[in-house]
C-alpha cells in the first residue's frame, strides 16, 4: 500500500539556487499495508512532515524507491499522479482551507475537482459536516472558524471523498482533549473500514489510547518501525 | 434538488488576483493600436489601388515634327495620329493639348514661353486607355504611321506607386506583429502576476488532484474575458479616430468610399471584428501556456 525502500530527500537551497540542502531524510525503508494505521513520531524538525509530502506526491525524492497504493511515483505521468492524489486524504498541519471559500465549498472541493455531480456533492457534504459536527457552520469563511473548526473542516474535506490513504499531519494540534479525542475516533473508524491511516503527532497520551504500530524518525532517520 | 448550492464561479480567488483594469486597459491599448496599423494598411491599399488606376488608364502620345507629312503622305504626321486614334474603341477622350498648356508644361524646365526659344516641340495628345491588354499593339500602328511618335502610360508611376503600397503594408503587418508579441507579453506578466499572488491557494488545489488542464482553464478563462473586454474596448474606441482620418483622407480616397459607413471600407469592416477574436486566442493561448509552464515547477 506504501512503499519506502532507502529514500534520501534534500530540498533545494533557497539561497543558493542549484544547491540543495542537507538531507532531511536518509535512506528511509517501510511498508504499511492495505488497510494498516500507523503513528508517525519523532522530535520537531526531524523529517515528518517532508516524510508524509513524498507520500502525497508534494515532493520528489533525491534517490530510493515510492510506491503509493500500489502506483511506483517515480516517473509517474502528472494526470496519472493527480488521479492518485485524488484517491489520498490529507490533514495539513496548518489546515490550509481556502480562504475565499465557505466551510461547505472547501469540504466539497476534492469532490468538484474530480467532477462528481453536485447532487452526489451535496449529500457526502451534508453527511460528513454532520460527522464533525459543523453542520450548523457550512456558510462560515474560514476567518470566521475558531482554529478547532478550521481543523475540523480540513479533516472533513480529507475524508469526505472516502480516500484509500489518509494521511494526517498532527491532526489534533489545535483541538482540546475532547476534540481530540473525537477526531481519533473519526480516523480510527476510517481506518476499520478499510483506508490506511497515518497519523504524525507529538501526542503520547493520544498514542497511548489508541494503540498502533509506530514509525519513529529522528534526525532524518528511521529509528522505530513497529 | 432545487436547493442545490451554487459551486462558486471563482474559487481561485481569480477575480482579485487578476485586476479588472490594468490588463483590460492594456489590451485595450494593443487593440486601438492594432485597428489604427490595419487601418493604415487597408488605406494605403485603397489609396494605390486608386492611384495606380488612374496612372495606368492615362496616355500620354508625343508627336514630333507634328506638321511634317506622314508615312503616307496622306496627312500632317499630327492629323494621321490624332485620326489613327479616334478608331481604336480603347482609346477614349482624345484631345491635344493645346500650345499654351504644352508651354505650361515645359515652363519649369524651359521658361514662360519656350516657343520663344525656336526648339522643334512635339505635339501632344492625352487619353484614356480603357482596352484590357497593353499599349503594344497601338505603339507599334502609330510608330508605323508616324516614325518617331512616343506612347507613354503611367507604367512607371504605377510600378513605383505599387512598391510605395507594399512597403507601407509591411510596416503595418510589422506594427501588427509587434502589437500581438506585447500583447502576449502583457499577458504573460499579468498572468504570472495572477499566479503569484495565488500561489498557496493552486499548490492545494494541485495537491488535491486537479488536473493541470483543468488549473489551467481556470485561469485562461478568466483572462480570455479580460482580453475580450479590453480588445472590444479598444477597437470601439478606435472606429470614431478612424472615421475621422477617413474624413481627412477623403479627397485622396475612391469616391466610393463616400457613401460607406463612417467612410471606412468595407474590408477594414470586416477586419476590425477580428481584433477581439485574436486578442482573445492570444490571451487564452498565452495563459494557457504560461500557467502550465509553472504548474510544470510543482511536483
Redesign the interface.
Known sequence: MVLFEDVWLTYRHAAHPGANTPEVLRGISFEIPEGGMRWLTGPSGAGKTSLLKLIYLSEHPARGHIEVLGTPVAKIARNQASLLRRRIGVVYQDFRLLPQLNAYDNIALPMRLAHRSETNIHADVLEIMKWVGLSHRSQALPFELSGGEQQRIAIARAVVSRPKLLIADEPTGNLDDDQAQRVMLLLTALNKLGTTVIVATHNTTLMQRHPAPALRIESGRLVQDG | ?AN??H??A??L?LRTALSDRLLPLLVGAMAFLAALGIAGAEASASLAAHWQQDAAAALTIQVPDPQAQDAGNDATRLAAVLGALKTVPAAMNVAQLSPAAVNQLLSPWLGTDPADLGLPLPAVITAHWAGAGGVGALRAALQKLSPGTLVDTGALWTGRVAALTTSLQACAAAVLIIVALIGAAVVSVATHAGLAQRR??IV?????????G?IASLIARRILRLTVTGALTGTALALPVLAWLARLAAPFAAPSLSTALLGLPAPLWAALPALPVLAAFIGWGTAQLTVRGWL?TL?
Open positions: 434538488m442545490l448550492p459551486p462558486p471563482d474559487f480567488g498557496e491557494t492545494i488545489v494541485h495537491e488535491l488532484g486537479a488536473f493541470d483543468d510544470r511536483p
